[in-house]
């Protein structure tokens, strides 16, 4: 899986999961059960929409494409889990 969108809340991050979904690309998103744990975790960077890595260029394309405010669209090498690793 690699990150396609870090997402600055959890409704960013599923209005950014239904497009991919809606355009056919399968969707994790990381992170959103650590929300509770704000206070103990840091503040920002805790969730991410990923997708399959060779699904990337198609959903980083539609992501570009939609009218988002928060979070940022920058998704790095490092931001990508190894093929076959599955997101805990």
């Not at 929300?35 to 260029?57: D, H, K, M, S, T």
């Amino acid at each position: 899986m690699r990150v396609v969108y870090e997402a600055a809340h959890l409704i960013d991050a599923h209005l950014v999961r239904h497009a991919l979904e809606g355009a056919g690309i399968p969707v994790f998103v990381r992170g959103e059960a650590l929300l509770g744990g704000i206070g103990e975790l840091p503040a920002c960077g805790l969730v991410a929409v990923c997708v399959p890595e060779l699904a990337w260029p198609q959903a980083r394309a539609l992501v570009e494409q939609l009218p988002l405010v928060a979070g940022t669209a920058a998704a790095t090498a490092e931001d990508s889990w190894p093929l076959g690793a599955t997101p805990a």
